[in-house]
């Protein structure tokens, strides 16, 4: 034979042979020929200006194109009364009118060009509140409304159709399965059908018209709860989804469109980076790209497409941040 057939053959063979060898290797080794790309796997972070104080266990919400950031523990420790509003066009923070009182565990939704916050301290038990205040931008002033049939803190609260919706929470000795509807109109609140779960620390996210409630823990970080639970105001009832992929409290949620984004939380081991998603339409769970900063007591707030992290705590307990970590899904 001559000697180029030769070389031409014995390369052919080689070549056969290392096929041969890797797809014996990917046949044994199945982790190493499913390695999917990551769900979302053109979604990306980015970084926003940092919140002027560092804090957790705050509440936020966006109104007229700015996201206001209230309460929580400031770098002394204590509740604050502080307000600071981010423009998310300009990318800078400006202070706005405090607190008519330090809150801590609070929760914020905004609904008819103004700023509800609910409830909260929940830095001291016996000082939790009652109480309902709201924000007008137009005259930068703060009033309150009816109080809450009960005072609690580390709650969750949420406008569907003009409604305020409150579930869950803390009061002075008990976790809560309880739903509180306020409306602005008649400046009252009446009782709703309880959730199926007990729990504080918890999220929510308005999509198709209904409240999703995830997350919390019922008694402690050790006992956090990975619950997916939809309230549906139309029938005053609620359903049970499929379960949250991992048990988190102290988390933050947002919705865009028909998907849901659950970030952070913490557990007594440490705090979570991650970002697992909701889809309404098929009742099924995706691991998103985690988010660059772990941390819990943070707020998740949507605006234009984008999801923007803000706050929290990067250690279990009482730590806090300046963290400004935008999502983008797509």
């Not at 405090?98 to 700023?115: R, Y």
């Not at 009252?188 to 999509?207: D, F, G, I």
């Not at 009832?237 to 939380?265: C, D, K, Q």
Request: hydrophobic share 35%.
């Amino acid at each position: 034979m001559p000697r180029c057939i030769s070389f031409f053959a014995s390369s052919i063979l080689s070549i056969i042979f290392i096929i041969f060898i890797t797809v014996s290797i990917y046949s044994v080794h199945p982790l190493l020929s499913q390695q999917p790309p990551p769900t979302n796997s053109n979604s990306s972070w980015m970084t926003g200006a940092s919140i002027p104080t560092a804090r957790s266990e705050i509440a936020g919400a966006a109104l007229d194109g700015k996201i206001y950031v209230v309460g929580g523990f400031d770098n002394s420790g204590r509740s604050s009364d502080s307000v600071e509003v981010y423009d998310v066009i300009a990318d800078n923070w400006t202070t706005g009118e405090s607190l008519p009182e330090p809150l801590d565990h609070t929760a914020a939704a905004s609904f008819g060009g103004k700023l509800y916050v609910v409830g909260g301290g929940y830095l001291n038990r016996a000082g939790l509140s009652d109480k309902l205040f709201i924000y007008d931008p137009s005259t930068k002033s703060w009033t309150e409304g009816a109080n809450l049939p009960s005072a609690r803190g580390a709650l969750t609260a949420n406008f569907v159709n003009g409604i305020l919706y409150v579930a869950g929470g803390v009061d002075s000795t008990v976790t809560l399965t309880s739903t509180l509807a306020y409306d602005p109109a008649t400046n009252m609140w009446t009782e709703k059908a309880p959730m199926p779960t007990a729990r504080e620390h918890l999220t929510s996210a308005v999509a198709d018209g209904k409240l999703y409630v995830l997350g919390g823990r019922s008694e402690g970080m050790s006992a956090n709860v990975n619950s997916n639970e939809v309230y549906d105001p139309n029938t005053d009832s609620w359903i049970l989804l499929e379960p949250m992929p991992s048990h988190r409290g102290g988390l933050a949620s947002s919705a865009i469109n028909e998907t849901i984004y659950v970030f952070g939380g913490e557990e007594p081991s440490g705090t979570f980076d991650n970002n697992e998603s909701y889809d309404i339409t098929t009742n099924k769970w995706d691991q998103g790209l985690a988010m660059p900063t772990a941390r819990h007591g943070l707020v998740a707030v949507a605006y234009d497409d984008k999801i923007y992290v803000i706050g929290g705590g990067p250690n279990p307990g009482g730590s806090r941040s300046s963290a400004n970590e935008i999502f983008l899904p797509h």
